[in-house]
């Protein structure tokens, strides 16, 4: 288990060290220089500014610079906003991004594997229809389309939930709705199958003749051991629910990490956008780590081994 | 006792009848005529089908239909809702959207199908050798596919799209560069399994060459998961596209595609809402019907499925 564990460690670094040359090339291949924008500015103090954000030094020299603030946690000034850090706007944005998107979280797991167990459970009856519809909706509409449409029959037509902003709970219900919708679908479909799949099973005919209610038999043996392929969908959660809430927050003008990330795009403010790539993809490494260390500590049947010549 | 005698005309000649016995009472059907069979029978496969082919008629079609082009404004009668004029209306710039739409559909098919075959090149070549070869070449070729799988797909082809002129080159480029890994991985599976197979032994005992067995034993037999991946790849190229196209990293104007009408329809939305229905409308088919004939092949060719 350590063993693996350490492996695993390594690649993430490993990972990590290739995204951070790839964003660090790519961003200073990219056409125009961060001041180009500004009139035309005396030699002097175009040599301070680079000297400042220390674009004098060689291309190599500047990556090894890279390379050692990122590993100390540091990625620097914002090229745009002046005299704000990177780390300020991340340390600002994510608690935002982080409380809406556990609530998507928590939705999509809620909603997804209720729909799915009354597929199931109502297998080829309309409930299973009518479930598998919504999921098939949530998996065929874009989240950035669903949004502006929930927006628009809930917010602006209806005018039940308020429009956009972050303020009160109820500011929360549609973006985290919208972000969810996808992930929800793919959930509700995993768990209709994989219960389908453990409804067969001999173990659910014992109980049954052991004379356990229908609910206990339905909470206690097949939703339990159906929720496997959910627990493995977690990683890919994670993932859907962080890009997703680039337009999500944009749309619902949420100030968090995915709403900076989207403005640091259109303004080509490449210490932002380096910084924010590298803190996602430390933060999906990490998560993707966990679930998998959680899901071999649910699943006694996985061993936590090279996976070498399955 | 009176012993009858039975005539010999009472006497039949039962079985014995070689000729009738082996005859195949049916018509043997080839592996892919069984799967066709079972596709068949899924209505809502045939339904994503059914819509497929209307898309892609409509979307060398459809720009013929109607006097206007994609590209020409006037400015006069922008913002029109739909019409007999203009049957999906006209954008900001007094643009036709119906013609803009089928338009769009070759544009939006064009990048989720070239996605899918470059996806398809690279995987299959990349995982067939690592699985074919084995040993220490499939340990570095699968240790590299592992290091670009943990690379956040969006956050690359987002990277990608900023530095590159956008265009719709590179935006199917950004897509593959990590793309790939998804089918290079499922072909080695598969090649892993299928390499100790008897035939393949009796080929190699034979002589053929690995580019013979790979092209002629392996990857013809690991087609129908290759199909599943290709199918279900379209749909998710189509959705980053409209993704991209809403980050403002889409195709560049004049050109219609789907994202970025239903990108500009999200700005107009509050006024103008059928802006944004009937891109939504056929991002949302598109997908819908790759997603259902995905999960119709997986079904058919389960062989547990099979009756």
Same mark, same amino acid.
């Given at each position: 288990?350590?063993?693996?564990?350490?492996?695993?460690?390594?690649?993430? *670094?490993?990972?990590?060290?290739?995204?951070?040359?790839?964003?660090?090339?790519?961003?200073?291949? $990219?056409?125009?220089?961060?001041?180009?924008?500004?009139?035309?500015?005396?030699?002097?103090?175009?040599?301070?500014?680079?000297?400042?954000?220390?674009?004098?030094?060689?291309?190599?020299?500047?990556?090894?610079?890279?390379?050692?603030?990122?590993?100390?946690?540091?990625?620097?000034?914002?090229?745009?906003?002046?005299?704000?850090? *990177?780390?300020?706007?991340?340390?600002?944005?994510?608690?935002?991004?982080? $409380?809406?998107?556990?609530?998507?979280?928590?939705? $999509?797991? #809620?909603?997804?594997?209720?729909?799915?167990?009354?597929?199931?459970?109502?297998?080829?009856?309309?409930?299973?229809?009518?479930?598998?519809?919504?999921?098939?909706?949530?998996?065929?509409?874009?989240?950035?389309?669903?949004?502006?449409?929930?927006?628009?029959?809930?917010?602006?037509?209806?005018?039940?939930?308020? *429009? #956009?902003?972050?303020?009160?709970?109820?500011?929360?219900?549609?973006?985290?709705?919208?972000?969810?919708?996808?992930?929800?679908?793919?959930?509700?479909?995993?768990?209709?199958?994989?219960?389908?799949?453990?409804?067969?099973?001999?173990?659910?005919?014992? #109980?049954?003749?052991?004379?356990?209610?229908?609910?206990?038999?339905?909470?206690?043996?097949?939703?339990?051991?159906?929720?496997?392929?959910?627990?493995?969908?977690?990683?890919?959660?994670?993932?859907?629910?962080?890009?997703?809430?680039?337009?999500?927050?944009?749309?619902?003008?949420?100030?968090?990490?995915?709403?900076?990330?989207?403005?640091?795009?259109?303004?080509?403010?490449?210490?932002?956008?380096?910084?924010?790539?590298?803190?996602?993809?430390?933060?999906?490494?990490?998560?993707?780590?966990?679930?998998?260390?959680?899901?071999?500590?649910?699943?006694?049947?996985?061993?936590? $081994?090279?996976?070498?010549?399955? | 006792?009176?012993?009858?005698?039975?005539?010999?005309?009472?006497?039949?000649?039962? +079985?014995?009848?070689?000729?009738?016995?082996?005859?195949?009472?049916?018509?043997?059907?080839?592996?892919?005529?069984?799967?066709?069979?079972?596709?068949?029978?899924?209505?809502?496969?045939?339904?994503?089908?059914?819509?497929?082919?209307?898309?892609?008629?409509?979307?060398?079609?459809?720009?013929?239909?109607?006097?206007?082009? =994609? &590209?020409?404004?006037? /400015?006069?009668?922008?913002?029109?809702?739909?019409?007999?004029?203009?049957?999906?209306?006209?954008?900001?710039?007094?643009?036709?959207?119906?013609?803009?739409?089928?338009?769009?559909?070759?544009?939006?098919?064009?990048?989720?199908? %070239?996605? %899918?075959?470059?996806?398809?090149?690279?995987? @299959?070549?990349?995982?067939?050798?690592?699985?074919?070869?084995?040993?220490?070449?499939?340990? =570095?070729?699968?240790?590299?596919?592992?290091? /670009?799988?943990?690379?956040? &797909? /969006?956050?690359?082809?987002?990277?990608?799209?900023?530095?590159?002129?956008?265009?719709?080159?590179?935006?199917?480029?950004?897509?593959?560069?990590?793309?790939?890994?998804?089918?290079?991985?499922? @072909?080695?599976?598969?090649?892993?399994?299928?390499?100790?197979?008897? =035939?393949?032994?009796?080929?190699?005992?034979?002589?053929?060459?690995?580019?013979?067995?790979?092209?002629?034993?392996?990857?013809?037999?690991?087609?129908?998961?290759?199909?599943?991946?290709?199918?279900?790849? @379209?749909?998710?190229?189509?959705?980053?596209?409209?993704?991209?196209? &809403?980050? +403002?990293? +889409?195709?560049?104007?004049?050109?219609?595609?789907?994202?970025?009408?239903?990108?500009? +329809?999200?700005?107009?939305?509050? =006024? &103008?809402?059928?802006?944004?229905?009937?891109?939504?409308?056929?991002?949302?088919?598109?997908?819908?019907?790759?997603?259902?004939?995905?999960?119709?092949?997986?079904?058919? /060719?389960?062989?547990?499925?099979?009756?």
């Amino acid at each position: 288990m350590l063993k693996y564990i350490g492996k695993r460690l390594l690649y993430m *670094v490993l990972t990590l060290w290739v995204i951070v040359t790839v964003t660090f090339f790519l961003m200073r291949a $990219a056409p125009g220089s961060p001041f180009s924008g500004e009139k035309e500015l005396p030699p002097a103090i175009q040599a301070n500014l680079e000297a400042y954000y220390g674009l004098d030094k060689s291309l190599f020299m500047q990556y090894v610079d890279y390379l050692i603030s990122v590993v100390k946690w540091d990625f620097g000034p914002s090229l745009k906003y002046k005299g704000q850090s *990177v780390n300020d706007l991340i340390s600002e944005g994510f608690p935002v991004s982080f $409380a809406l998107g556990m609530e998507a979280i928590f939705l $999509a797991l #809620a909603l997804g594997v209720l729909l799915g167990a009354v597929a199931a459970l109502r297998h080829n009856k309309w409930q299973d229809y009518t479930a598998m519809i919504i999921a098939v909706l949530g998996i065929s509409v874009p989240s950035f389309i669903m949004a502006s449409g929930l927006q628009y029959v809930l917010a602006i037509k209806w005018s039940v939930l308020p *429009v #956009a902003r972050w303020e009160s709970f109820a500011h929360t219900i549609l973006p985290a709705l919208a972000l969810a919708s996808t992930p929800m679908a793919f959930i509700a479909r995993l768990t209709r199958s994989s219960m389908l799949e453990v409804i067969g099973n001999d173990y659910i005919k014992t #109980a049954k003749s052991k004379g356990l209610n229908s609910t206990e038999i339905t909470v206690r043996h097949t939703i339990r051991n159906a929720m496997m392929p959910v627990v493995s969908y977690m990683g890919p959660l994670i993932s859907a629910i962080l890009t997703g809430s680039f337009v999500i927050e944009k749309i619902f003008g949420i100030p968090g990490l995915g709403m900076h990330f989207v403005t640091s795009i259109t303004n080509r403010d490449y210490s932002v956008i380096m910084g924010v790539t590298v803190f996602f993809s430390v933060l999906l490494l990490v998560s993707i780590l966990l679930v998998d260390i959680a899901y071999s500590l649910i699943d006694p049947r996985i061993k936590l $081994a090279d996976k070498k010549g399955e | 006792m009176q012993q009858q005698k039975i005539p010999k005309e009472l006497f039949e000649q039962v +079985g014995g009848n070689t000729t009738d016995s082996e005859k195949i009472s049916r018509p043997s059907i080839s592996f892919w005529k069984d799967v066709w069979m079972r596709f068949k029978k899924n209505k809502l496969a045939m339904t994503g089908v059914v819509l497929l082919v209307i898309l892609a008629i409509m979307s060398l079609v459809g720009p013929h239909l109607t006097p206007y082009n =994609y &590209y020409e404004n006037d /400015l006069m009668s922008a913002n029109q809702p739909p019409s007999g004029e203009h049957w999906f209306g006209t954008d900001e710039l007094g643009r036709d959207v119906f013609t803009r739409i089928w338009n769009g559909a070759q544009i939006s098919l064009f990048i989720g199908i %070239a996605a %899918a075959l470059i996806d398809l090149a690279i995987g @299959v070549i990349w995982g067939g050798l690592s699985g074919y070869i084995g040993g220490r070449t499939d340990e =570095y070729m699968m240790r590299f596919a592992d290091i /670009l799988w943990a690379i956040p &797909y /969006l956050l690359m082809v987002i990277l990608l799209m900023v530095v590159f002129e956008p265009g719709l080159g590179t935006m199917i480029a950004a897509m593959t560069i990590t793309g790939w890994i998804n089918m290079a991985r499922i @072909v080695r599976g598969q090649v892993l399994q299928l390499k100790s197979q008897e =035939y393949v032994m009796a080929a190699q005992t034979l002589g053929a060459n690995t580019s013979r067995i790979m092209a002629k034993h392996l990857i013809p037999n690991t087609m129908g998961p290759i199909l599943i991946t290709m199918t279900l790849t @379209v749909p998710n190229a189509i959705f980053t596209e409209a993704f991209l196209s &809403y980050l +403002g990293l +889409g195709v560049p104007q004049p050109l219609a595609s789907w994202g970025t009408m239903a990108s500009d +329809g999200v700005a107009a939305l509050q =006024y &103008y809402p059928w802006r944004l229905f009937f891109p939504a409308l056929f991002i949302s088919l598109t997908i819908f019907a790759f997603n259902v004939i995905g999960d119709g092949l997986r079904d058919a /060719l389960d062989p547990r499925l099979r009756k």
